[in-house]
């Protein structure tokens, strides 16, 4: 059994490796986000690039230094979460964050805190994480993009049922021609399990969890998110999860239109920065934050900067628009996918 009172170690293969620790309740959340790569220390070497302190906000402690000596603190909330992000250590790696949380924190610590920390440190390295899934075959990838709710997990679903293997949901890490897989849960409704099919595969308990947080959501009218978390092999027990696919065509959900219409690179990498900006959440204004109150630009350079390098990776990918697939029928959603299979046959 996974013991939450000692440091947790990840590798996210190879990019950003990471040390969290502190309390049980939040590093539990990052362990169910991150699971998938979880390493034992004992296992080889490590070269931390960052250090995670997760406390309760109780024990927060406002320092007494001047704004423009570390450490380096935000105050932050959402909704019932409330939480202070302090930078401690940021001139040389492990870069050492502590996060002081209350209960309602651990809804938000993994995805608005440790994830955009991971994709800030991975930039230097020359990985872009985009807010997006892979579609991959035959060890090719089409890249669709979009912003939460968009339907990029309707669209994987459907795919993966045809037999196709997997390469990410949530990010895709592009680098050098590549996308690279980025392995996290699902996260389901009642729908997406009916029309994927994929429920079958899950127990009777499963399946009612799955329904109660829907439920739950809709009582809420959508005010916290609580969709089920589900691991991919949960869904389909036999599923072939990759490790890189050669990127052959990128995909913006947006608009209303139901066919794919070229768009440029330009256009494109304007989507996909807009997009991971959003999905940066508050992380956005620590880093310019840091750059006030440290006096260095680099830090709120990071999105320019990751415009210009995905513009690098898109310049010769074939790229289009395609509308809300959120809206899409079952029908419109297997055509769809029918020309994308066909733009991986290029």
């Given at each position: 059994m996974l013991d939450l009172s000692k440091p947790i170690f990840f590798d996210i293969d190879g990019i950003c490796q990471l040390k969290v620790y502190g309390d049980p309740g939040l590093v539990k959340a990052v362990w169910n986000e991150l699971k998938f790569y979880r390493v034992e220390p004992e296992a080889g070497p490590l070269t931390l690039d960052l250090e995670l302190?997760?406390?309760?906000?109780?024990?927060?402690?406002?320092?007494?230094?001047?704004?423009?000596m570390p450490p380096f603190d935000f105050p932050d909330r959402h909704?019932?979460?409330?939480?202070?992000?302090?930078?401690?250590?940021?001139?040389?790696?492990?870069?050492?964050?502590?996060?002081?949380?209350?209960?309602?924190?651990?809804?938000?610590?993994?995805?608005?805190?440790?994830?955009?920390?991971?994709?800030?440190?991975?930039?230097?390295?020359?990985?872009?994480?985009?807010?997006?899934?892979?579609?991959?075959?035959?060890?090719?990838?089409?890249?669709?993009?979009?912003?939460?709710g968009s339907g990029k997990t309707r669209l994987l679903l459907r795919w993966l049922a045809?037999?196709?293997?997997?390469?990410?949901?949530?990010?895709?890490?592009?680098?050098?021609?590549?996308?690279?897989?980025?392995?996290?849960?699902?996260?389901?409704?009642?729908?997406?399990?009916?029309?994927?099919?994929?429920?079958?595969?899950?127990?009777?308990?499963?399946?009612?969890?799955?329904?109660?947080?829907?439920?739950?959501?809709?009582?809420?009218?959508?005010?916290?998110?609580?969709?089920?978390?589900?691991?991919?092999?949960?869904?389909?027990?036999?599923?072939?999860?990759?490790?890189?696919?050669?990127?052959?065509?990128?995909?913006v959900i947006e608009g209303a239109s139901k066919s794919l219409s070229e768009i440029q690179p330009q256009e494109m990498a304007e989507k996909l920065s807009g997009i991971n900006q959003e999905e940066m959440y508050g992380f956005a204004k620590y880093l310019e934050g840091l750059s006030a109150r440290t006096g260095d630009p680099s830090f709120k350079e990071f999105f320019p900067a990751q415009k210009e390098r995905?513009?690098?990776?898109?310049?010769?990918?074939?790229?289009?628009?395609?509308?809300?697939?959120?809206?899409?029928?079952?029908?419109e959603i297997d055509s769809l996918l029918e020309k994308i299979s066909g733009l991986l046959k290029q």
């Open positions: 302190e997760l406390a309760r906000l109780a024990d927060f402690v406002k320092n007494a230094n001047p704004n423009n909704k019932l979460a409330r939480w202070v992000v302090r930078f401690e250590r940021l001139s040389q790696p492990a870069h050492r964050i502590r996060f002081y949380g209350n209960f309602a924190s651990r809804l938000v610590v993994a995805k608005q805190i440790i994830e955009p920390a991971i994709r800030w440190l991975s930039f230097p390295l020359g990985f872009i994480f985009v807010h997006s899934t892979c579609l991959c075959r035959e060890g090719r990838g089409a890249l669709v993009a979009g912003p939460g045809q037999g196709s293997p997997f390469l990410s949901d949530d990010y895709t890490i592009l680098s050098y021609g590549q996308a690279r897989r980025f392995i996290t849960p699902l996260r389901l409704g009642v729908r997406l399990v009916r029309e994927s099919g994929a429920g079958k595969n899950l127990g009777a308990m499963r399946r009612a969890g799955i329904y109660g947080r829907t439920a739950l959501r809709r009582l809420l009218l959508n005010y916290a998110k609580l969709q089920a978390k589900v691991e991919l092999r949960e869904l389909f027990p036999q599923l072939k999860i990759l490790e890189t696919a050669e990127l052959k065509a990128a995909i995905m513009l690098n990776f898109l310049s010769s990918i074939p790229c289009f628009r395609i509308g809300v697939a959120r809206n899409f029928t079952v029908a």
